[in-house]
C-alpha cells in the first residue's frame, strides 16, 4: 500500500523509467542465475543501472522532503550510490576492452567502499534512528552486540578458512577483502540498531528496505570473499542476483522517499519485547554455540574466537547496564525534585480556601449561620488536606494499593458543587450536568478529591469552558469531565496515568502540575473497582475524562433530591 501511494505521487515519465529499471533488474538477475557464464558482462551494467538510478532518485526527491534534518542523511546515501556507480562503471569498461583482467579485490574496490562507508553514514544520521543521546547511546549498544556476536558466528562457521589463504594474497586482497566485512558489521549495527530503536517516528517502510539491502549486501560480500581471493572477477563468478537484489531494494527506498513517516499518534505503550530482545538473540546463539563447541570438540581456534566474542558482549552488556542505571538515577532525581513541586502544588488549593474562609470567619460582619458554614467548610478542607498528605506518602512509596475507602451513600451533584468550592474557577464557567436523585455509594472524601483533581486539570488547561456530566449507566455511575483545551496528545494518553508523567508539557516549567493529580484519580477509582479513561470531548472539543463507578449507582427518595 505504501509503495503504491509513493508510486502514485511520481511523475508519470520517472514511473515509466522506474519500471523500465525493475524490468531490466529482472532480466539480468534472471540471466545471471540461468547462464552464469554471462554474468561478468551483464551483472555490472544492471548493477551501474540500478545503483545510477537509486542514486538520482534519492538526490531529486530527498531534495524535495519537507523536512531538511531528513535531506542530508538521504543525499548522502544518494552520494554513496553514485560512487558506487563510479566503480561499476569503471569496471564494466575495463572488462569490456580487456576481458578477465581485473582482479577480484583490487585499487577499485575503493569505489565500493567508499560509497558503501557513505551509505551507512547517510542512514545512520536519519532522525527516524536518532533518538535523545542516552537511548541512542543503549541502542548503539545493543546494536554493536547483534552484530557482534552474528558476525562471529558468521566468521567461526563460514569464513575461518580464508586465513589458509593469507600468505597467497596480495597487499591489496588482504586489504581490500576484509574491509568489506568490517563495513558489513558497521551495517549490521545500523540494522540492529533500527531494530531496538525507540522514536518519536512511525516504523519506516522505507528503513525496513533499507536493512534488507544491507543484509543481503552482507551475505553476497560473505560469499564473494570466499570466493575471490586469490582469483579474478571473472573466475571468481559472483552471484550478480544478489548483489542486484540488494541494490534494488536501496532503489525501492529511494522512490518512497515521497511518503513521509509520521511522528507516532497512537498511545504510546512500553517497547515491545520482541524489540528489546532481538539484537541478543544473536548473542544467546553464539554463546550456545560456544558451549556446544568446547563439549563436542577441541578447544581449537574457533573456540577461542567464540570466547573473545562472548567476552566482548560481556563487557558491552555491562556498559549498558550502566549507562540504564545512570539514566535511572537521573529519573529518580528528577521525580523526587517533582514530589517536592508535588507538595507545593498540592497543598496550596486547600490552604488557599482554609485561609481565605478563616480570614472571613474573623469579621465580626458576618451572621453567625454564615460563620457556621464557614467553619463547616475549613473543616472539610482540612480533612481533604489530611487525605492530600496521606496520597503524597502513598505516591512516594508506591503504595498506591493500600487505599481505605469509608463509604456512604452522598448525592453526586453535592459532591461536584464541594469540589468545585475547592477549585479556583478564574474566568472559567463550569457546568454541572447531573440528576438531582443520582447518588453514589462511595468514599465521599475520595470522590470529591477525585473531582478536584479533574476539575482542576480542566480549568488549567482548558480556555474557558468546564462541564461536569454525571448519569447512570444500568448499575454504574458516570461521571465526566470536559474542557475546551487542546487535550492529550495521542501519543500520551496512556503515559498521563503514571505517576510524575505531565504528557506535552513534561518539558514545559511554564505549565503547573506534577503529574500525580491524574496517578490519584486512577488510584482512587481503582480502589472502588472502577475503570478511568481518556477521549476527545466531543462537546467542547478539548479532554474528557471518565470514571466509571460499577454497581455504585443509587437513587435518593424524594425527599432527598439534591436541587
Known amino acids: 500500500m505504501e509503495l503504491w501511494r509513493a508510486w502514485k505521487r ?7 523509467a522506474a519500471a523500465a529499471v525493475f524490468a531490466v533488474y529482472l532480466a539480468a538477475a534472471v540471466l545471471t542465475l540461468v547462464r552464469p557464464e554471462y554474468g561478468i558482462s551483464v551483472g555490472p551494467m544492471a548493477l551501474f543501472l540500478l545503483a545510477f538510478s537509486g542514486s538520482v532518485t534519492f538526490f531529486v526527491v530527498g531534495s524535495h522532503i519537507p523536512e531538511p534534518n531528513s535531506r542530508r542523511p538521504w543525499q548522502l546515501a544518494g552520494t554513496g550510490l553514485g560512487v ?13 576492452v580487456s576481458p578477465g583482467t581485473v582482479p577480484a579485490f ?6 565500493f567502499l567508499v560509497g558503501y562507508a557513505l551509505s551507512i553514514a547517510g542512514i545512520a544520521s536519519l532522525p527516524q534512528v536518532a533518538t535523545d543521546w542516552s537511548q541512542r547511546a543503549r541502542t548503539i549498544i545493543d546494536g554493536i552486540i547483534g552484530a557482534v556476536s552474528f558476525s562471529i558466528v558468521a566468521w567461526v562457521l563460514v569464513l575461518h578458512d580464508v586465513f589458509d589463504r593469507v600468505g597467497q594474497l596480495t597487499d591489496w586482497e588482504r586489504y581490500i577483502g576484509f574491509a568489506y566485512p568490517t563495513l558489513d558489521v558497521l551495517a549490521l549495527i545500523v540494522v540492529m540498531t533500527v531494530v531496538a530503536r525507540r522514536s518519536a517516528y512511525r516504523f519506516d517502510i522505507r528503513l525496513t528496505l533499507i536493512g ?19 582469483s579474478s572477477l571473472s573466475e571468481a563468478q559472483p552471484v550478480w542476483a544478489i548483489n542486484m537484489t540488494a541494490l534494488a531494494a536501496f532503489f525501492v527506498a529511494a522512490l518512497m522517499l515521497r511518503v513521509q513517516p509520521k511522528r507516532i499518534e497512537f498511545a504510546e505503550r512500553k517497547s515491545r519485547i520482541a524489540s528489546v530482545i532481538a539484537p541478543y538473540a544473536s548473542a544467546v546463539f553464539m554463546t550456545g554455540f560456544m558451549l556446544w563447541d568446547a563439549a563436542n570438540r577441541e578447544q581449537g581456534p574457533e573456540f577461542w574466537t567464540l570466547l573473545g566474542g562472548s567476552v566482548a558482549v560481556a563487557v558491552l552488556v555491562v556498559a ?9 538515577r537521573i529519573t529518580l532525581e528528577r521525580q523526587r525534585s517533582s514530589l517536592v513541586s508535588s507538595i507545593s502544588h498540592e497543598l496550596r488549593t486547600p490552604l488557599t480556601a482554609m485561609v481565605g474562609f478563616l480570614d472571613l470567619i474573623v469579621d465580626d460582619a458576618l451572621e453567625d449561620d454564615e460563620k457556621e458554614e464557614f467553619i463547616r467548610i475549613v473543616h472539610q478542607q482540612g480533612r481533604y488536606l489530611v487525605r492530600i498528605v496521606s496520597d503524597l506518602v502513598m505516591l ?17 451533584r453535592s459532591i461536584v ?25 462511595a468514599d465521599v472524601d475520595r470522590l470529591q478529591q477525585i473531582l478536584v483533581n479533574l476539575i482542576g486539570n480542566a480549568v488549567r488547561y482548558g480556555t474557558k469552558e468546564v462541564l461536569v456530566r454525571a448519569r447512570q449507566d444500568g448499575h454504574a455511575v458516570v461521571i465526566e469531565v470536559h474542557d475546551d483545551g487542546p487535550g492529550v496528545p495521542k501519543r500520551y494518553e496512556l503515559a498521563v496515568w503514571e505517576r510524575f508523567e505531565r504528557g506535552a508539557h513534561r518539558l514545559d516549567a511554564t505549565k503547573p502540575g506534577s503529574g500525580i493529580g491524574l496517578a490519584v484519580v486512577k488510584a482512587i477509582v481503582t480502589a472502588h473497582r472502577g475503570e478511568v479513561e481518556y477521549r476527545t470531548s466531543e462537546i467542547l472539543g478539548g479532554a474528557c475524562f471518565v470514571v466509571r463507578l460499577p454497581g455504585r449507582a443509587r437513587r435518593l427518595p424524594a425527599k432527598e433530591v439534591v436541587g
Open 10 to 16: 511520481h511523475p508519470v515519465w520517472s514511473r515509466w
Open 84 to 96: 558506487v556507480t563510479v566503480g561499476l562503471l569503471t569496471i564494466a569498461v575495463i572488462e569490456m
Open 106 to 111: 583490487s585499487p577499485f574496490d575503493l569505489f
Open 212 to 230: 534488507v539491502g544491507f543484509v543481503v549486501q552482507a551475505a553476497a560480500d560473505m560469499a564473494f570473499l570466499l570466493r575471490g581471493l586469490g
Open 320 to 328: 549498558r547496564q550502566g549507562l540504564a542505571i545512570r539514566e535511572n
Open 396 to 412: 512516594a512509596r508506591g503504595n498506591l494499593e493500600e487505599i481505605e475507602l469509608q463509604e456512604a451513600t452522598v448525592p453526586v
Open 417 to 441: 458543587v464541594e469540589a468545585q468550592r475547592a477549585v479556583e474557577m478564574r474566568r472559567h464557567n463550569l457546568r454541572v450536568e447531573a440528576s438531582g436523585e443520582l447518588a453514589v455509594r
